[in-house]
């Protein structure tokens, strides 16, 4: 078997998927990234690495999300892209035509605009958490409910309920104030759902033109009670895509087919980058008054890669196989 890998590496998760040559996806792997996105990456290629057939060729590999750059560096990827480009191009293979890409992942969220298939219009929140995965897991542990039945408890609300969804906090307190009023919780979720679909319209899709066909993703969009509340609000039908959760990383494995398309050789490492010793750190350069804050990366005791400098003091001599260069 021959295919390609997509590594989303967010700060809440880190998805990592196989994708063949004919672009299905044979497996999927979502993993917490809790603050360690190197070792997360390391413990998810030893699951993939697990789960394919012992002579799979890995073609090309792709990054994207918070730490594609550092990962990237890691696992050795053709394409490192940001995550408005993953999603687009994602959204775009499975659902061909699509015109607007909502999508709401642990901690943010984004819109993005497509025409004839190319971005026209992007906006994305990470100040507020209202709305996002994170804000609802929150508040179904507070309700002692499994976040798996939200929405389909929030689908049998008869009559959704007023919550104040502007900010995380506002909706909790609003929320707390409406189950000690005596209202119904079903009510109180599809009302919670309403308000945080108002939020996101009224933020992040503010000014923008939505059309048809609509695709809803990110690890929200398997919440039923929040897909309904934007096909009410938007009056348009909302389509998930099979792979809704993992989006970003088939948009890697997408990107990285098309850089190794020519023939290419694939700059991937092998699996053996999950055995490896990784370290990272940081360090303030005072070579100019820029005082940039220089990232850099080992392997095995080795500094593999520097990035963060303005000049390239630090990434550019690295690249030369020096260690220091000149400011400027």
């Known amino acids: ?45 030893r699951q993939i690495r697990e789960r394919l057939p012992q002579n799979t060729v890995i073609r090309g590999v792709g990054t994207t999300g918070s730490g594609r750059q550092l990962t990237g560096v890691v696992v050795g990827a053709d394409a490192v ?83 104040a969804g502007r900010c995380a906090v506002f909706a909790e307190s609003d929320m707390i104030h409406k189950q000690q009023m005596g209202f119904n919780l079903d009510d109180i979720l599809a009302g919670l759902c309403e308000a945080l679909v ?48 993992v989006m970003g990383a088939v ?3 997408l990107l990285a087919r098309d850089a190794v398309a020519k023939g290419v050789p694939t700059r991937f490492k092998g699996f053996g980058v999950a055995d490896m010793e990784y370290r990272a750190g940081t360090f303030e350069c005072d070579g100019c008054p820029n005082l940039c804050e220089v990232l850099e990366m080992s392997e095995a005791g080795n500094i593999i890669a520097r990035w963060g400098d303005r000049c390239g003091k630090w990434s550019n001599a690295l690249a030369a196989g020096e260690l220091a260069g000149n400011c400027g």
């Open 198 to 245: 108002r939020n996101y319209l009224n933020n992040v899709g503010k000014g923008k033109e939505i059309l048809a066909p609509v695709v809803f993703q990110g690890g929200v969009a398997a919440n039923a009670g929040m897909r309904k509340a934007f096909e009410r609000a938007l009056g348009l039908e909302v389509q998930i895509p099979k792979h809704f959760n």
């Open 81 to 163: 892209k940001n995550e408005i480009t993953a999603h687009a191009v994602a959204a775009s293979h499975m659902v061909p035509g699509v015109q607007t890409v909502l999508e709401i992942g642990g901690q943010d969220s984004k819109i993005i605009i497509l025409r004839n298939g190319v971005v026209a219009d992007f906006a994305m929140n990470t100040v507020c958490a209202a709305g996002t995965g994170s804000f609802l897991d929150q508040q179904a542990s507070r309700l002692n409910i499994a976040i798996e039945e939200f929405g389909d408890l929030a689908l049998k609300g008869t009559t959704p309920v007023r919550i």
């Open 251 to 253: 948009g890697s494995a």
């Open 1 to 45: 078997m021959k295919g390609y890998l997509g590594i989303d590496v967010g700060s809440v998760s880190t998805n990592i998927i196989f994708m063949d040559e004919e672009t299905r996806v044979h497996e999927s792997l979502y993993l917490r990234t809790n603050g360690q996105p190197v070792a997360t990456v390391q413990k998810g290629l």
